[in-house]
């Protein structure tokens, strides 16, 4: 982990126990910003590079606050190596949560100077900070953030350790009090304000909602909306620029089931006719609207194969509609009932695939922009193995029933 020196701005090198206590900027990317290498090798060139000056004021600011090191992912990080890239990325959760503050740099919103209180909430509600991909673990990771506006003071905090904290007692009554502004970013981002301050554990916030808090964010390179989920998530994953953002989300979810029971992450919607049970983006998980409970109940393995994804669950044949209904083991409340999710699929009839001796009933999912919800499930559904198949095990599917009618024939 590279560090900069906030007396020196000079770089240096620390790796694993001997990484001494840092500060850490989370901030927009603007044109021109300085970069590893500018910091490194020409220190005189970076100076004229528009980026150079919020690198000197987060360096200054760190140092009055005591802080002797200070993190900045522009300057930070060796970009053209791909192995430090990857174990940055991989990293960067964890780096947010280990440091002693994070400033939150909000450039587009007036700063400590400005009298004017609503202008600086309505510039808090518009800022460009809140609209970013990366921003999001950057605002739910670090136990302690300081929001800081254009002219580096402080509008605003989040903290875990309540809003009688020295720093708070510094600050305007108006803008300083946890509570009020946590209130404020759960209203703005849709994470719960008991996450933020440290109350619940992100880790058992039900997937489809965290999906959700991404959902309308952007990054400048696609993928970038898959690897900067993995931190709150739990799950390391290799970093593959160009694969594109369904590949890269297919990956994160892969990932993500493999050591999580959850299965709200199969709770999305989308316009597709037909689908597997994985989404293509977090913005997929847009308009999911459910409000997801916790059930304690026996629980099934379920994972990817190669003739899809595995599930054990009860599915009913609704002749009415000619579909079938898989309920999943996912609750969802409903006013004062709690109702159970079930996903609309359709059998894959072309195909006699076996498993085991035995005929395997595969499916894809229909009927995509909806859900059925229901207290229990209906009595003539029948628990039973399904395979859900992905569009690439779709089109093997019928690539493999091509090639066995042709032989047939001739």
């Known amino acids: 982990m590279w560090l900069l020196n906030t007396a020196t701005l000079e770089l240096k090198e620390f790796v694993g ?14 044109d021109n910003e300085v970069t590893f290498r500018d910091m490194r090798k020409d220190r005189k060139a970076a100076k004229w590079k528009a980026g150079y000056t919020k690198v000197q004021k987060c360096c200054k600011k760190a140092l009055q606050d005591g802080h002797q090191y200070v993190w900045i992912d522009t300057c930070c990080i060796d970009k053209k190596s791909s192995a430090e890239l990857s174990e940055a990325i991989n990293s960067m ?12 740099y ?17 510039a808090l509600a518009n800022s460009r900070w809140f609209t970013r991909g990366w921003t999001l673990q950057e605002l739910i990771a670090p136990y302690y953030i300081e929001f800081l506006g254009r002219d580096w ?26 509570a009020i502004f946590a209130g404020a970013l759960t209203e703005i981002t849709g994470v719960p304000a008991k996450v933020l301050r440290g109350e619940l554990d992100v880790q058992v916030v ?19 909306l898959a690897y900067a989920l993995m931190g709150l998530f739990g799950v390391s994953m290799p970093i593959l620029y160009g694969e594109g953002l369904e590949r890269a989300f297919r990956r994160l979810q892969l990932e993500i089931i493999q050591t999580n029971t959850d299965q709200s992450i199969f709770v999305w919607r989308s316009k597709r006719r037909t689908s597997g049970l994985l ?9 999911s609207g459910l409000d997801f409970v916790w059930r304690t109940t026996t629980l099934q393995p379920y994972s990817m194969t190669n003739l899809g994804l595995a599930l054990n669950l009860p599915v009913v044949h609704r002749r009415d509609g000619n579909h ?56 003539e559904a029948k628990r039973k193995q399904i395979y859900v198949l992905q569009d690439e095990q779709a089109d093997h599917i019928d690539l493999i029933d091509g090639i066995e009618t042709k032989e047939y024939v001739a």
């Open 324 to 379: 079938h209904v898989a309920f999943l083991r996912c609750w969802v409340q409903d006013g004062h009932e709690c109702r159970r999710v079930g996903l609309f699929l359709d059998r894959v009839e072309r195909s006699k695939a076996t498993l085991k001796g035995s005929e395997t009933e595969l499916y894809r999912r229909k009927l995509c922009e909806t859900f059925e919800m229901i207290k229990c499930p209906d009595q």
């Open 206 to 224: 039900p997937a489809a909602q965290k999906m959700a808090w991404a959902a309308k964010r952007l990054t400048t390179r696609e993928e970038d």
């Open 279 to 287: 989404a293509d983006s977090p913005k997929d998980f847009a308009e």
């Open 153 to 178: 003071g402080v509008i605003g905090l989040k903290t875990t350790m309540g809003s009688s904290s020295q720093a708070a007692l510094q600050l305007p009554t108006a803008r300083i009090n946890a």
């Open 106 to 122: 909000l450039e587009d919103v007036p700063g400590e100077g400005s009298s004017d209180t609503v202008e600086i909430n309505e």
């Open 93 to 104: 959760y964890r780096w947010y949560e280990e440091s002693k503050v994070c400033y939150a």
């Open 17 to 30: 126990v001997g990484i001494p206590p840092y500060a850490i900027l989370s901030h927009t990317w603007g």
